[in-house]
């Protein structure tokens, strides 16, 4: 997800500060799909998401997209 592509409940666009407040505490991610009669499948696949745990084992792949603070 990039900032670039949201806008905030009162039109204005989203900076990085304000998206990674949003993604803080995101414990699950619900995809909403619409029901049909006409629909015989559907199916959704090579989703992905890294995560990043700072006490993961070394042999764990990095999640290079993950920002690390500095403090």
């Known amino acids: 997800m990039d900032e670039n592509y949201w806008f ?3 039109g ?3 900076t ?3 998206m ?7 414990q699950n991610i619900l995809i ?3 029901f049909t009669r ?3 499948q559907t199916s959704i696949s090579d989703v992905t998401m890294d ?11 990095r999640a290079y997209a993950v ?3 500095i403090t």
């Open 12 to 14: 204005q666009a989203v």
């Open 16 to 18: 990085h500060e304000h």
């Open 51 to 61: 995560v990043a745990d700072e006490n993961a084992p070394q042999n764990n792949p």
């Open 38 to 40: 006409n629909t015989r």
């Open 20 to 26: 990674l407040m949003a993604l803080a505490d995101v």
């Open 67 to 69: 920002e690390e603070v």
């Open 8 to 10: 905030r409940a009162d």
């Open 32 to 34: 909403k799909a619409s």
